[in-house]
């Protein structure tokens, strides 16, 4: 209880219910503002134009700063955040354009975590090679029957994400790139595309190198990249205007990209280029306001609850955690913190009434799922989601949760923890203190003792 009533003071954390409170403070605030010395370069770090419906963003730029910490209000931890567009806009004013070089970020599968780094990492190579064009990503869907086949159809990108947010932040941050919806559609492409796989670390000598280290050549990657497009070895001309050439990563380029490489601005930045779509947000923020209710109507102070990803569905890998040492390690972060309730986020239902049987006789604490606090409608449109889809909805629960819990090397998870430590430095968030409780907001279970079996890269090579 004390820990988290000071660490709720430490990264000024506010539930986003309340919004009247704020609304005086900050018609205080801005009084007071007057009064004070300017902010250095807040109005750069917010970036006013680039938030979604501009008009009220001038006054959002007004909280109370925490001392000599100006950047921090704004908390990057929830799922509809602003989007800051400058520290891309300033990768894109560095990079070396090239007309004709369109980049097909198109294989993305598994669960969102490992969806958004495809995408982020072949676009984030994509602006360091200069491609002039992007062709619109899609998604592969899940086998709902066999969990673990990953390839079945292309979805398209609204399938999780919202097309339009995706659009405009490259529209007012990185005008050089044109956003194709389809391959069809790039000039001069010819009726039978040819795409060029690629795999971005062979452009560099790894010697010595783990094959599963991230890419220690991102810096040099543009330059030799260029270089083999011109090499006349490949038997293609250079690109140009009206002859494209088309790229695609062979599959499995994740966790390649060492992210704080461009500074924790850009690598704090970056990842919300996707935002999940309205429909998922909503739903996801209704199952929020439902949890919070639910705790306040257990009697719970401020609706605290714990946040517990159980990662033990079918396609689970076998050295993954078990379902007894997490379910253990929760529950003792549980007690430990005084939680007494939890929502519980797992694709598998009834490992999750294994788990709430346990936390009531162990922890006194009552577990509930997404299912259970959505009704009517809600319900219905919950069902009506894929199995990934209603992941998002945990996750956007997870986020706004009081203290999280999950398993490592689950890239869910492990998203889950570094959009949650947003909290603690806004933009200007260092990185995650891995396998530590750190940052007294999150705690992965798991096996931290090695670097690549343990897939403890994987933190080194995510936006969040
Ligand atoms: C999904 O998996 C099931 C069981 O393995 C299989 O019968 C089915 O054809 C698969 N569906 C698709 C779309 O691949
Ligand atoms: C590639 O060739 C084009 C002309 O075909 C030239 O303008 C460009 O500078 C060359 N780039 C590199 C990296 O050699
Ligand atoms: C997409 O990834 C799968 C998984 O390895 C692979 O079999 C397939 O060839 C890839 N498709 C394309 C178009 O690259």
Not at 368 to 395: F, R, Y
């Amino acid at each position: 209880m004390m820990a988290i009533g000071y660490q709720r003071k430490l990264i000024g954390f506010m539930p986003r219910r309340n919004i009247l409170l704020p609304i005086i403070c900050i018609a205080l605030l801005v009084a007071a503002w007057t009064f004070r010395a300017p902010p250095p370069s807040i109005d750069r770090w917010l970036d006013v134009g680039a938030i979604r419906g501009g008009a009220s963003s001038p006054t959002s730029s007004l909280h109370p700063p925490p001392p000599a910490q100006s950047h921090n209000d704004v908390d990057l931890s929830a799922p509809d955040a602003p989007f800051v567009g400058w520290p891309l806009r300033r990768v894109c004013d560095e990079a070396a354009w090239v007309q004709g070089l369109v980049f097909i970020c198109d294989n993305n599968s598994g669960g969102v975590g490992n969806i958004r780094n495809y995408i982020h990492t072949c676009i984030r190579y994509g602006l360091e090679a200069g491609a002039t064009g992007l062709v619109m990503p899609k998604i592969r869907k899940r086998n709902e029957t066999d969990l673990a086949d990953l390839f079945t159809d292309y979805l398209p990108f609204n399938y999780m994400f919202d097309e339009k947010h995706f659009k405009n932040a490259f529209a007012a941050n990185c005008p050089q790139i044109t956003i194709y919806d389809d391959i069809k559609d790039i000039p001069g492409v010819g009726g039978k595309p040819n795409i060029e796989h690629i795999t971005p670390k062979k452009f560099g000598s790894r010697e010595g190198c783990d094959f599963r280290d991230q890419n220690r050549h991102t810096d040099r990657f543009g330059d030799r990249f260029r270089g083999w497009l011109n090499d006349s070895k490949t038997g293609q001309n250079p690109p140009s205007q009206n002859h494209p050439r088309l790229i695609r990563f062979n599959w499995g380029v994740l966790w390649d990209w060492q992210t704080y490489r461009d500074g924790p601005e850009f690598a704090n930045t970056f990842g919300s280029i996707l935002r999940f779509n309205d429909r998922i947000l909503r739903l996801g923020k209704t199952a929020l306001k439902r949890m919070r209710a639910y705790a306040e109507a257990n009697g719970v102070k401020d609706g605290r609850f714990l946040g517990v990803h159980l990662r033990t569905e079918s396609d689970a890998l076998g050295f993954w955690p078990t379902y007894n040492t997490q379910s253990e390690a929760y529950l003792k972060q549980a007690t430990k913190r005084g939680f007494e309730v939890a929502y519980i986020a797992t694709g598998d239902s009834l490992e999750a009434q294994n788990f709430a049987g346990a936390a009531i006789e162990l922890a006194q604490m009552k577990v509930v799922t997404k299912a259970d606090l959505l009704d009517d409608e809600d319900l219905d449109e919950l069902d009506s989601l894929s199995w990934d889809q209603q992941g998002l909805i945990d996750l956007i629960v997870l986020l706004g949760s009081d203290y999280f819990v999950g398993a490592m090397p689950s890239s869910f998870s492990i998203y889950t923890a570094m959009k949650r430590h947003l909290r603690t430095g806004g933009l200007y968030t260092r990185p995650y203190k891995v396998g530590t409780e750190g940052d007294g907001l999150s705690y992965l279970v798991g096996n931290y003792d090695k670097y690549w079996e343990g897939w403890l890269y994987m933190w080194d090579g995510m936006w969040p």
